[in-house]
């Protein structure tokens, strides 16, 4: 039977209204579409551990309270740190030329020259990372080649060399200011034990006493 075009119109209408009564029940039943916001970057910390190698320059003075050796000294860095979370422990070994010297006396008559002319240590370090900066307590083995010369009118001159031995203990900072790149700033304290010099020219020789010298040092260390 033929439906008329009243009724159809009636049908249609009807099938509308039901579809959209129905429509918000079905969407109600879909699970809710969830948006996960990606975790930001986070740029990895610095690490301290392994081998590095770098420059160091300062000045050094005897502790003295007359005719003190001073002067100033330059060369380089190799060490090697491991790190267990904020802790940073190591070895580490420099050498340095050194211009560190005192002279007294009469001039032109009879001058007597002290000089540590190469010096160096093997410490250990141990101190705590704070991310980019490392402070550090330090202490080992220092030496230090040291010359004593006496000239007598401006045309006789005398001189001996030994290598003292002794130790070191200090303090520093070192902070990661690029990639691989630290800069430090160290203060030591170094004391070294007496030598007796011109053992063959002079009965007895000539015995020196402790040795002791304050330093301060800046350097810049490659990390691998």
Do not use: C
């Amino acid at each position: 039977m033929e439906l008329g075009t009243d009724m159809k119109r009636v049908l249609l209408t009807t099938v509308g209204l039901v579809a959209l009564s129905v429509a918000p029940a079905l969407a109600a039943d879909l699970p809710a579409r969830t948006y996960t916001k990606a975790p930001a970057a986070v740029a990895p910390l610095p690490t301290w551990a392994g081998f590095y190698v770098g420059a160091v320059g300062g000045y050094a003075k005897e502790n003295a309270d007359f005719a003190g050796m001073k002067g100033g000294f330059a060369g380089g860095t190799l060490g090697y740190n491991w790190q267990a979370g904020t802790l940073v422990y190591g070895l580490e070994a420099d050498a340095v030329w050194a211009d560190i010297n005192a002279t007294a006396g009469f001039p032109g008559l009879l001058t007597a020259t002290a000089k540590i002319q190469d010096m160096g240590t093997v410490r250990g370090r141990i101190g705590v990372a704070f991310d980019q900066i490392l402070l550090y307590g330090t202490g080992g083995y220092a030496w230090a080649d040291t010359k004593i010369s006496a000239t007598a009118l401006n045309a006789i001159t005398l001189s001996d060399s030994k290598v003292l031995s002794g130790w070191t203990v200090g303090a520093g900072a070192e902070a990661m200011f690029a990639p691989h790149w630290s800069l430090k700033g160290e203060y030591l304290y170094r004391s070294f034990q007496g030598e007796t010099f011109f053992p063959t020219l002079v009965r007895g020789g000539v015995p020196t006493g402790t040795l002791n010298v304050h330093s301060f040092q800046v350097g810049v260390n490659y990390h691998f």
